[in-house]
C-alpha cells in the first residue's frame, strides 16, 4: 500500500473492503494507490508529485509531445481480459483510471532488478542523448509489442522477436518528439523488435559488428521473449476491481453516471449550481488551456449509450464518448452483412483520416463526441466533422431532458452547444440510404478525404481538410456526376462547410475541362477563409487543388470497368504524368540508411563506440533531472509573469480582486533584490541582464515578476491571471523592425577585436566580374524545443548559503550572477548540474534568470523555491535564434567564379547584448566556405524591442550556410550553370583556404573537404540520379523532385577548461569536468579518456576499466571556472583536462607501482590504488586545460547531398534521400560522433523545413506551444539517410586527434532547401511553359526559411491548377479551331 502525500491528496493503506467511496483505486508499476484528490489533477501531475516515478516526463503538457506517455490497462472482469494502451498522462485526469493499472518505463525493468530488453536495445542503438524523450519512447514501443500480441491470427514470431511489423515499430513512435537523435536510432532500436526486420538493415550498435552472420547478431541482441513479459495488470486490481459491488455514481466532484437518466439527473442538479464540465476524455484541455476551475466534472464515458458503437441496417452509430481509436477499430471492422459494399469504401478512408488525428497516445482518449462538440461550440478545426459532414451524419442529442435528432450539418448551424447539452451519439448513415434517393443503380460512389498538414502520420491540424463524395455514372461521351457532396473544414472559418454552390453546379454534368474549371472558379470564390486567418490564400489553393485531385481523375483516364469502378482503377488508371493518386501505396514511414563509421583501437577504448553513458538508466526512467529531485519540506513553486508590451512602463502587477489567489505566498519584483544586492539575471562577457524589468518593460516576454506558489499549477495559474497595468506615455515607439534600428542608430558594440577581418579588395574583385547582381534576404528565428523546459531549485542553506539545482550550460556563471543579485559572496552560493534535458544553446544564458529567480524567493521567503517553465512561458521567453536580413553584391566571371562580395548584414539582436556581439565572428566562419575572390561586409549587431536572442546550436553560423549558397544559386541561376558545378568551381584551393582562414587552416592534409566532395559525388551517386530526376520530373506534373549538393567549412574554437579526477580506495574513479552532459555524450567520451590514460599505468585486472570510471555532477563550488558548455568543442577540452590529470595520476603512482611490482608476481590495480592510499600518496589531481593560443581554432569540414520531391498540389516535401559525409578526425566515439551529425542535421532541417517562430507586432512570440511549432518528427526525417563520419585520422593540434560534431552538421541540412529550391525551380518552369512564358533562365527566386508548405506552394504557383487546365482549354481550343 501506498502513502499518498501532498496538501490536496490523502492516502490509504485499507484494501477495498473499507475503500472511501471517493477515493480513487490504481496500479503504477504494480504499486496500490488509493488517492482522494480534485477532480481536475492529471495523472502526470500525480506521478511526479505523489509516487517515485518520474520517468513520466513533463515537456508540453498539452498531448503533443509524447514525454509523458503511460500505458494503461483496463481488466474486463466478465471476459476476464485485460486491454493495455498508451495515453498522454498529462491530459488524464486521475478520476478517469479508477481500477487501472499504469505501467511507466520504470515498471519494465530497472538498474538493480535487471533492464528491460527495451531499455538495454534503446542503450544498446544509440537511441538516447539527452534521455528527456527515452522513457516516453520505451513505454510507447512497450504498448506496441504488448499490442502485436494480441493479434492472434499472426504467426509466432522467430525467437527473440514480436509479432510487431517493422511498419508498426516505426509508427509507434510518431507522437513521440525528440530533440535530439533525428529518430534514426530511435526507429532502429524498435525495429529491431519486429518480426520481418532484416537485421542487417539496422544501424550501428553495441551489440554486434559489421559482417557478423544474422545468427551471431540475434544472439548478442538482448533477448526478447513476449511470454515473460511485464504483468500490466496486477493480481490484487483484478479481485478489487470483481469484488466491487457496484461503480460509485458520485465521489466528491466527479459523477459517475451509468445511465442518461442519471447524467440528466447530474446535469441538472449541478450545473445550474456549480462551475461543472461534462468530460469525456478531458484532451481538450490540451488545446483550449481552460483557467475556469470546475467544481464538478461529470464523467461521460460509464453512460452505456455514450459509450457503444452499434450497427443496423441504415448506418453505424457511434456513442460521443467512444474513443477515436476504438471508432477507428470500429470502422476497420469488415462485416459480412450483404449490404452495399460502398460502405466499407467509406469507413476504411474515415478510419485513414482519423488515424491521421493527433497522436495514439490522444486517439486513444479522445472522443469522437468531444472532437464534434469542440468543433460546433468552440469552432476547433475538426477533422471528424469534415468527414463525417461528407457523408450526411446525423447527431443524437439530449437538451434540456428531450432528444433531438440533427443532420450533422444543421447541428453546426445553430448556436454553440449549451453546456447542459449533451451530445449523445453520431450516426454515419450507409451510403444506401441515400443513394436510392438521388442516384440510379448503376452509379458508382467514389469517396475520397484530404488532409494537407506539416507531418504526414499526423500530430499536426491541418491548413485544410477536406471529404469529397460523388455518386458517378458512365455516359458516352464521359463521367456523369449523378449526386456530389464537397466538404471543406479547418480553413480558416468557424465551422466545415459543405460547397453547394459548386456541388449545384457540378451535379448532372459530365466531366470536361471546361467544367473542372467552372467547378473550380466558384470554389475559389465561395470557401473563403476568414479575416484574420494566416496563409489564407494558400488555403484557397487547397481548395482548388484537392477539388481538382478528386475530379481530374474522373476527366483524364479513368476507364469504368464492367463491374464498376473501384477505388484502385480510380486511383491507378492514370498516366504516369497525371498521376494525382494520394500515396496510397507509398507508406509514410519505412525509413532505410547506412552508417559508415571507422573506429581505431589506437587510444583504446578511446574511438570506440561505446554506448553513451547513463543511457540505460535514461530508458528505465531512473536518470534525474533537476525537476525529479523531490521537493525538500516547505517548497515553494515559482511561475514567470512577463510583459506582453514591447516598451511601456509597468504601474502595477496585481490580480483581479487585489488580494493574492489561494494558495499563492508572495509576488517576487526586482523591489526584492536585497540591499547590496542587484537586478541581474544573466550576464555574459558583453554585460548584463536584469532579472527583472524595473519600471519600464524594454520588450515583450521580458520577465517582471515571480509568483511564489504552493504548487507549480497554482503558480502558473496565478500567473496566467495576473494583471499587468502598463502606460506608455511618452515613452516614443519602440524599435521592432531592423530598418527602425538602423534608422535610429541602435546598435550593440562589437568590440574590435571580435569584429572579423575583410578579405581582398572589394573593389578590384568586382572590377574583375562579368556580371554583378544584387539581392536580399531575410532570416527568422528558431526555437530551441528542448524537451526538458528550463527549470531550477533553489535551495537556502546555513550561513545566509544558497545551494542551487539549475538545468544549465553555464553553472559557473549562473553561480556567479546569483551571487551578485543577492548580494552575498560567491563562496555563499553552490550550483549543481547533473544533466541537462536538452540544452541546444537554450540553458545557456536564458537558464540563467530562472536560477536566480529561485534564488532570489528563496533568500527573501526563506524557503526553498523551484520553477518548472511550462511549454508558452518558455517559448514566449526563450529568446532563440537571431533573425537576419541580408543584402548582397556579388561579382563573377562567366565561369561562374565568383570573384567578390560584400554583404550587409543587419541582426536582430533584441533587448540585451547577451551574447549577438560574438555574431559577427561566428558568421565569418562559415561564411568563407567558398573562395569569394574578395569578401567585404558590414554587419550591424541591432538592439531592438524584442526579447534578447541568444546563443542555438550553430549561432549566427547556420544563416551564413544559407546565405552563401542563395548567392550560389543566384549566380548559377544568372549563368543558367548547374548549381553544382558553380559551388564547385568556388570551393577553396589550400591557398584560399590559408587566405580566408588565416589562423585555422591548419596543415594541407587536414583539408579534406575536396577529398570530401569527391567521396560523396560516388557515394551519393549524384550524377545518376541527377539524371533519373530529369527524367522523373519531365514525367511528372504534380510532383517535382531535387536534388542539392554542398560542402561546409565551420570554424571552432576550444576553450579553456577544468578537470579533476580522483582514485578511491577501492580503484573506482570519479571524474569531475567542466562540461556538463546535455546529451552530446561528453560524460562517455571522457570515460573513455580516463580509462584509456590510467589504463595505460599497465596493471593486472584494468580489462573493465570503463566500469569502474564515474562522472559527476558539476558543482561550481567544487571545480570552479566550468566556463560554457558550447561551441562543439567542450567534450574535447574537457578529455584533455582530464588527460592531463590522469597523466599526473600516473606519475604519482608510477614509482609505487615500480616498487611494488618487484615484490609481486601480479600486481593488481586494486592494490596498487590501496597501497597509494596507505602511504599517502596524492590521488586527486585537477587541472585547468588552456588550449595553445595557435591552434584553439580549427576547421570542420563536411558535405551533404539531400533529394526532396515537392508535391505541387499542397507544398508538401519529402525529403526522399540525405547523404552526409562529415570529417570528426579521429572520433573519440564514433557511435557518439554519429548521433551528434544525425541530430544537428535533423535539428537544421526544422530550422530550414517546417519551425516558424513567429510573434505578433509586438514582437509577442504566438508560436507558444507544440500546436503551433512543429520541430521534426519521424515522419519528416529523410527516408534514406546515409552518413559516414569520416576517419581523416592526422590532426596533431587536436585532442587525440579528434574533431567536433556538436554543430557543424545542422548547416549541412541547407542541402535539404536547395533540393527543395531546385524542385520548386521545375515546378516554375513547367507553369511557365503552360502559361507560355519562356524558359526559366535568368529568372532567380528566392526560397524563404522555413520552406513551409504555404512557401513552397506559393512559390510553385497558387494558380498551378487553374494554368495546367487553362493551357489544357487553350489545346483543346486550338484544335478544335
Ligand atoms: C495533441 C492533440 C492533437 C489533436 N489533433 C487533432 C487533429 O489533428 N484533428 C482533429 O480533428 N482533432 C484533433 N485533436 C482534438 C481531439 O480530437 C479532441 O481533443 C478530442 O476528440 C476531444 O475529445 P475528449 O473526449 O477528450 O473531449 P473532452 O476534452 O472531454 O471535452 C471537450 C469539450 O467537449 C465537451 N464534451 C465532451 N463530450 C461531450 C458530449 N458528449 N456532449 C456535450 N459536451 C461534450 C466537454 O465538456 C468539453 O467542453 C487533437 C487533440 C490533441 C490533444
Ligand atoms: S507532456 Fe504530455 S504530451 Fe507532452
Ligand atoms: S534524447 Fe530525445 S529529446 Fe533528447
Not at 534535458?837 to 524557503?863: D, S
Not at 618487484?1158 to 590521488?1179: E, P, R, Y
Not at 531546385?1318 to 503552360?1330: D, G
Request: hydrophobic residues 35%; glycine residues 6%; charged residues 20%.
Amino acid at each position: 500500500m501506498e502513502t499518498v502525500g501532498g496538501s490536496r491528496t490523502s492516502s490509504s493503506t485499507r484494501t477495498n473492503k473499507d475503500k472511501d467511496d471517493d477515493d480513487v483505486v490504481f496500479a503504477v508499476n504494480g504499486k496500490r494507490y488509493e488517492v482522494s484528490c480534485e477532480a481536475s489533477t492529471t495523472l502526470l501531475e500525480f506521478l511526479r508529485c505523489h509516487t517515485p516515478f518520474k520517468s513520466v516526463k513533463l515537456s508540453c503538457g498539452e498531448g503533443g509531445c509524447g514525454a509523458c506517455v503511460v500505458l494503461l490497462s483496463n481488466y474486463d472482469p466478465v471476459l476476464k481480459t485485460v486491454k493495455s494502451y498508451t495515453v498522454s498522462s498529462c491530459l488524464t485526469l486521475v478520476h478517469s483510471v479508477d481500477y487501472c493499472s499504469i505501467t511507466t518505463t520504470e515498471g519494465l525493468g530497472n538498474s538493480r532488478d535487471g533492464f528491460h530488453p527495451i531499455h538495454e536495445r534503446f542503450s544498446g542503438f544509440h537511441a538516447s542523448q539527452c534521455g528527456f524523450c527515452t522513457p516516453g519512447m520505451c513505454v510507447s514501443l512497450f504498448s506496441a509489442l504488448v499490442n502485436a500480441e494480441e493479434e492472434k491470427q499472426r504467426p509466432d514470431p522467430p525467437p527473440g522477436f514480436s509479432k510487431l511489423t517493422v511498419l508498426e515499430a516505426e509508427k509507434a513512435i510518431s507522437g513521440n518528439l525528440c530533440r535530439c537523435t533525428g529518430y534514426r536510432p530511435i526507429a532502429d532500436a524498435c525495429k529491431s523488435f519486429a518480426a520481418d526486420v532484416d537485421l542487417e538493415d539496422l544501424g550501428i550498435n553495441s551489440f554486434w559488428r559489421k559482417g557478423e552472420s544474422n545468427g551471431d547478431k540475434l544472439s548478442k541482441l538482448p533477448f526478447y521473449n513476449p511470454k515473460d513479459d511485464v504483468c500490466t495488470y496486477p493480481k490484487f486490481l483484478k479481485s478489487e476491481l470483481e469484488s466491487a459491488m457496484y461503480l460509485n455514481p458520485h465521489k466528491k466532484s466527479w459523477y459517475n453516471p451509468l445511465t442518461l437518466e442519471e447524467l440528466q439527473n447530474f446535469t441538472d442538479l449541478k450545473l445550474s449550481t456549480t462551475p461543472t464540465k461534462l468530460v469525456a476524455g478531458n484532451t481538450g484541455i490540451g488545446y483550449y488551456k481552460e483557467l475556469n476551475q470546475y467544481e464538478n466534472y461529470i464523467n461521460l464515458r460509464n453512460v452505456s449509450e455514450l459509450s457503444s458503437i452499434s450497427r443496423d441496417e441504415t448506418g453505424i452509430v457511434i456513442g460521443a464518448a467512444v474513443t477515436i481509436s476504438k471508432a477507428i477499430s470500429a470502422l476497420k471492422e469488415k462485416v459480412e452483412d450483404g449490404l452495399c459494399s460502398d460502405k466499407e469504401l467509406i469507413f476504411t478512408k474515415i478510419a485513414e483520416h482519423m488515424e491521421k488525428i493527433a497522436s495514439e497516445p490522444v486517439r486513444n482518449l479522445a472522443s469522437v463526441g468531444g472532437n464534434v462538440v469542440m468543433a460546433q461550440r468552440n469552432y476547433f478545426p475538426s477533422d471528424i466533422v469534415t468527414v463525417l459532414l461528407a457523408v450526411s451524419s446525423t447527431v443524437d442529442l439530449l437538451i434540456d431532458r428531450k432528444r433531438q435528432i440533427l443532420s450533422l450539418e444543421d447541428f453546426l448551424s445553430k448556436p454553440p452547444l449549451d453546456h447542459r447539452g449533451v451530445l449523445l451519439s453520431i450516426k454515419i448513415p450507409f451510403s444506401s440510404s441515400f443513394r436510392s434517393t438521388f442516384t440510379t443503380e448503376s452509379s458508382k460512389l467514389v469517396f475520397e478525404t484530404y488532409r494537407a498538414a506539416p507531418r504526414p502520420l499526423g500530430n499536426a491540424l491541418p491548413y485544410l481538410n477536406a471529404a469529397f463524395l460523388a455518386f458517378i455514372s458512365q455516359s458516352r461521351i464521359g463521367v456523369v456526376i449523378n449526386k456530389i457532396q464537397l466538404v471543406f473544414g479547418a480553413f480558416g472559418a468557424k465551422h466545415a462547410r459543405r460547397a453547394r454552390e459548386a456541388e449545384e453546379y457540378l451535379a448532372g454534368k459530365i466531366i470536361s475541362l471546361n467544367v473542372l474549371y467552372e467547378a473550380i472558379n466558384i470554389i475559389r470564390a465561395t470557401v473563403i477563409s476568414e479575416d484574420g486567418t494566416s496563409d489564407a490564400m494558400y488555403r484557397t489553393s487547397l481548395v482548388v487543388s484537392y477539388l481538382f485531385e478528386y475530379l481530374y481523375p474522373l476527366f483524364n483516364g479513368v476507364v469504368l470497368v464492367s463491374n464498376g469502378l473501384s477505388t484502385q482503377n480510380y486511383a491507378n488508371n492514370l498516366a504516369d504524368g497525371d498521376n494525382l493518386s494520394k500515396d496510397a501505396t507509398k507508406p509514410a514511414l519505412l525509413l532505410s540508411g547506412k552508417q559508415l563509421v571507422k573506429t581505431s583501437r589506437e587510444y583504446y577504448p578511446v574511438g570506440q563506440p561505446i554506448v553513451k553513458s547513463g543511457a540505460s538508466i535514461q530508458a528505465s526512467g531512473e536518470a534525474i533531472y533537476v525537476d525529479d529531485i523531490p521537493s525538500p519540506s516547505n517548497c515553494l513553486h515559482g511561475a514567470f509573469i512577463y510583459s506582453t508590451k514591447p516598451l511601456a512602463r509597468v504601474q502595477n502587477v496585481r490580480f483581479k480582486d487585489r488580494s493574492l489567489p489561494d494558495g499563492v505566498t508572495a509576488v517576487i519584483t526586482y523591489k526584492d533584490i536585497p540591499s547590496g544586492g542587484e537586478n541581474i539575471g544573466s550576464k555574459t562577457i558583453f554585460g548584463t541582464e536584469p532579472l527583472f524589468a524595473d519600471d519600464i518593460t524594454s520588450c515583450a516576454g521580458q520577465c517582471l515578476a515571480l509568483v511564489a506558489a504552493d504548487t507549480q499549477k497554482l503558480a502558473d495559474r496565478a500567473a496566467s491571471l495576473s494583471i499587468v497595468d502598463y502606460d506608455t506615455d511618452n515613452l516614443g515607439l519602440p524599435i521592432l523592425t531592423l530598418e527602425e534600428a538602423v534608422e535610429k542608430s541602435s546598435f550593440f558594440e562589437v568590440p574590435p577585436f571580435l569584429y572579423p577581418a575583410q578579405i581582398g579588395d572589394f573593389s578590384k574583385g568586382m572590377a574583375e566580374a562579368d556580371h554583378k547582381i544584387n539581392s536580399e534576404i531575410k532570416l527568422g528565428s528558431q526555437y530551441y524545443f528542448y524537451m526538458e523546459t528550463q527549470t531550477a531549485l533553489a535551495i537556502p542553506d546555513e550561513d545566509n548559503c544558497m545551494v542551487v539545482y539549475s538545468s544549465i550550460q553555464c553553472p559557473e556563471y549562473v553561480h556567479s550572477v546569483i551571487a551578485r543579485c543577492l548580494g552575498i559572496p560567491e563562496h555563499n552560493v553552490r550550483v549543481i548540474t547533473r544533466r541537462v534535458g536538452g540544452g541546444f544553446g537554450g540553458k545557456a544564458i536564458k537558464a540563467m534568470p530562472v536560477a536566480t529567480a529561485c534564488a532570489l524567493a528563496a533568500h527573501k521567503l526563506r524557503r526553498p523555491v523551484r520553477m518548472y517553465l511550462n511549454r508558452k512561458t518558455d517559448m514566449i521567453m526563450a529568446g532563440g535564434r537571431h533573425p537576419m536580413k541580408i543584402t548582397y553584391d556579388v561579382g563573377f566571371k562567366s565561369d561562374g567564379k565568383i570573384t567578390a562580395l560584400h554583404l550587409y548584414i543587419l541582426i536582430n539582436a533584441g533587448m540585451c547584448a547577451d551574447i549577438s556581439p560574438v555574431l559577427p565572428s561566428n558568421m565569418l566562419g562559415v561564411l568563407k566556405k567558398y573562395d569569394w575572390g574578395a569578401l567585404s561586409f558590414d554587419i550591424k549587431v541591432c538592439k531592438t524591442n524584442h526579447s534578447n536572442k541568444s546563443a542555438m546550436r550553430a549561432p549566427g553560423e547556420v544563416q551564413p550556410s544559407f546565405i552563401a549558397e542563395a548567392v550560389m544559386e543566384h549566380v548559377a541561376s544568372m549563368l543558367s550553370m548547374e548549381v553544382d558545378s558553380v559551388r564547385y568551381r568556388n570551393l577553396h584551393t589550400f591557398d584560399s583556404l590559408n587566405l580566408f582562414y588565416k589562423h585555422s587552416a591548419g596543415e594541407l592534409v587536414e583539408y579534406t573537404l575536396p577529398s570530401i566532395w569527391d567521396k560523396l559525388q560516388i557515394s551519393s551517386s549524384i550524377s545518376q540520379r541527377t539524371k533519373k530526376i530529369q527524367q522523373f520530373n519531365q514525367k511528372n506534373l504534380w510532383k517535382k523532385r531535387g536534388i542539392s549538393r554542398v560542402p561546409i567549412v565551420h570554424e571552432v574554437t576550444v576553450r579553456p577548461t577544468p578537470g579533476k579526477v580522483s582514485i578511491l580506495s577501492d580503484g573506482s574513479i570519479v571524474v569531475e569536468v567542466g562540461g556538463i552532459e546535455l546529451g552530446q555524450g561528453l560524460w562517455t567520451k571522457v570515460k573513455q579518456m580516463t580509462a584509456y590514460v590510467l589504463g595505460s599505468i599497465q596493471c593486472d585486472g584494468i580489462e573493465n576499466f570503463l566500469d569502474k570510471v564515474r562522472i559527476v555532477q558539476a558543482d561550481s563550488l567544487s571545480l570552479i571556472q566550468g566556463g560554457f558548455t558550447a561551441g562543439s568543442t567542450t567534450s574535447e577540452a574537457s578529455c584533455e583536462a582530464v588527460r592531463i590529470c590522469c597523466n599526473i595520476l600516473i606519475e604519482r603512482l608510477a614509482p609505487l607501482k615500480e616498487k611494488l611490482q618487484g615484490q609481486m608476481i601480479s600486481l593488481t590495480w586494486d592494490t596498487l590504488v590501496l597501497q597509494a592510499h596507505m602511504q599517502a600518496v596524492n590521488l586527486s589531481a585537477s587541472s585547468y586545460f588552456v588550449p595553445d593560443f595557435n591552434s584553439m581554432q580549427y576547421l570542420n569540414y563536411g558535405a551533404a547531398v539531400s533529394e526532396v520531391e515537392i508535391n505541387t498540389l499542397t507544398g508538401e516535401t519529402t525529403i526522399l534521400r540525405s547523404d552526409i559525409i562529415y570529417d570528426c578526425g579521429q572520433s573519440l566515439n564514433p557511435a557518439v560522433d554519429l548521433g551528434q551529425i544525425e541530430g544537428a542535421f535533423v535539428q537544421g532541417i526544422g530550422f530550414f523545413m517546417s519551425e516558424e517562430y513567429l510573434t505578433n507586432s509586438d514582437g509577442l512570440v504566438v508560436a507558444d506551444s507544440t500546436w503551433t511549432y512543429k520541430i521534426p518528427t519521424i515522419d519528416t526525417i529523410p527516408k534514406q539517410f546515409n552518413v559516414e563520419v569520416l576517419n581523416s585520422e592526422h590532426h596533431k593540434n587536436r585532442v587525440l586527434s579528434s574533431k567536433a560534431s556538436g554543430e557543424p552538421p545542422l548547416l549541412l541540412a541547407v542541402s535539404v532547401h536547395c533540393a527543395t529550391r531546385a524542385a520548386i525551380k521545375e515546378a516554375r518552369k513547367q507553369l511557365r511553359s503552360w502559361n507560355n512564358l519562356s524558359d526559366e533562365c535568368n529568372v532567380s527566386f528566392q526560397v524563404d526559411v522555413p520552406a513551409t508548405m504555404p512557401v513552397v506552394k506559393r512559390l510553385c504557383g497558387l494558380n498551378y491548377v487553374e494554368s495546367y487546365l487553362k493551357h489544357l482549354l487553350s489545346h483543346e481550343g486550338s484544335k478544335q479551331s
